[in-house]
């Protein structure tokens, strides 16, 4: 069973930017030097406390912190957010309890009291072994930081890990992935998610690559790159879930399976966004505004809207096509059923039991494939474009 509800907590602080990040973080010099995690923590109990109310008694089934970097709250932050998170909302008794942490805010310490705490899980942003690849993506920590931090949370009791990797950054090899690889499979790490590195507008990244100082990604490359992890991986017993994600028996993160099979979760803290039925709503990004909102008795929340079913139609198809399973074919209309055997015969969609379901070279082309499926459903003549 997929967990249905689900606590999502993001937390907006990081020690410094790293060049391709466009998430809703803030380094202190941002913030204007002032330290704002106490108010926040604060800020943070509040919006548990008034969501109890909203979620009609449901208990979460997983949580997960994420960021940002939750890790520079140390375990005793973190291990205070859990505590609230039990007080309000409530969690199931075999509840799935992930923080992101950065390896260099890590230390055996912190993995012990998280484990104290109750957390289950450990998702560690690795992104590449290779240091030039680091340089350019600006992270902080060593290469090697990141299998040393797996270690510990292992000897802390965790046993599940998972590994971040970015690829496709400008001046990687073929060689430099496979030496990532190669440690992270020697890791014994469970989960492993690779996404493609994608150059944000307003970002400094994006800004090097409008001034030619960095190459763009090149899709053919992208491309290449992702068949040579999946192929490593699915040879070491790691098996894809989801388009960006691999684990080995037991090591799924159902928290994402909550996003991408359409359920519920309640997203708390700066910018979080949330999902209710038919409800979709996110909160006030910064966090002095976050914090002065709650502090005057009021959700945080910035816009709201109403999702239609052809809302809901799409993000199914969008989301569910992503996941190993696919979607039950009678989802679609009938009006797509000339671009379904479009991409079966081209080895691209396969039908199997009532599912429709991406192919390995159908996960290449996703985005695509997804995105024609629910245009002919629209318009049953649009040519396919892939």
């Known amino acids: 069973m997929t967990a249905d509800f689900g606590l999502y907590i993001h937390v907006p602080f990081c020690a410094t930017r790293c060049g391709y990040c466009d998430f809703n973080t803030y380094t202190p010099g941002e913030l204007g030097g002032q330290d704002l995690v106490s108010g926040y923590l604060d800020a943070l109990d509040r919006e548990l406390e008034l969501a109890a109310a909203q979620v009609d008694g449901r208990q979460a089934q997983t949580v997960f912190i994420g960021g940002g970097t939750p890790s520079l709250l140390g375990a ?47 998702s560690l ?33 965790f046993d599940h890990v998972n590994l971040d990797m970015i690829y496709g950054t400008p001046g990687e090899s073929d060689a430099d992935v496979h030496h990532t690889l190669d440690l992270v499979l020697d890791s014994g790490v469970d989960h492993v998610s690779a996404y493609s590195l994608i150059v944000e507008d307003g970002t400094r990244m994006a800004r090097k690559v409008h001034k030619g100082l960095l190459p763009a990604p090149d899709e053919d490359v992208l491309a290449r790159r992702y068949e040579l992890i999946a192929q490593r991986l699915e040879g070491h017993g790691y098996q894809w879930y989801e388009v960006s994600n691999w684990a080995l028996e037991g090591g799924r993160c159902e928290h994402n399976r909550i996003y991408w099979q359409d359920g519920d979760w309640w997203g708390a803290g700066p910018g979080a966004h949330s999902h209710l039925g038919q409800r979709r709503f996110f909160n006030l990004k910064h966090p002095r505004r976050y914090i002065e909102t709650l502090a005057a008795g009021q959700l945080p929340i910035a816009e709201e ?43 691209l969609l396969e039908l199997e039991q009532g599912h429709l379901r991406l192919t390995k070279p159908g996960r290449l082309l996703a985005d695509g494939i997804i995105t024609d499926l629910l245009l002919a459903e629209e318009s049953p003549h649009a040519t396919p474009t892939a």
Request: proline letters at 4%.
């Open 76 to 122: 005793q932050g973190l291990a205070r957010i859990l505590s609230t998170a039990r007080r309000t909302i409530g969690l199931a008794p075999d509840a799935e309890v992930t923080t992101e942490s950065n390896p260099e805010s890590t230390s055996p310490e912190f993995f012990a009291g998280l484990r104290e705490a109750g957390f289950t899980r450990i």
């Open 125 to 157: 942003g690795m992104q590449s072994a290779a240091s030039h690849v680091l340089a350019v993506l600006e992270r902080a920590h060593t290469p090697g930081r990141a299998f040393a931090a797996v270690r510990q949370a292992r000897e802390a009791g």
């Open 305 to 347: 809207e109403t999702l239609t079913a052809t809302d809901r139609h799409t993000e199914k198809i969008m989301l569910g096509l992503r996941l190993r399973e696919g979607i039950p074919q009678g989802w679609l209309d009938g009006a797509s059923a000339d671009t379904q055997r479009h991409y079966i015969a081209r080895g």
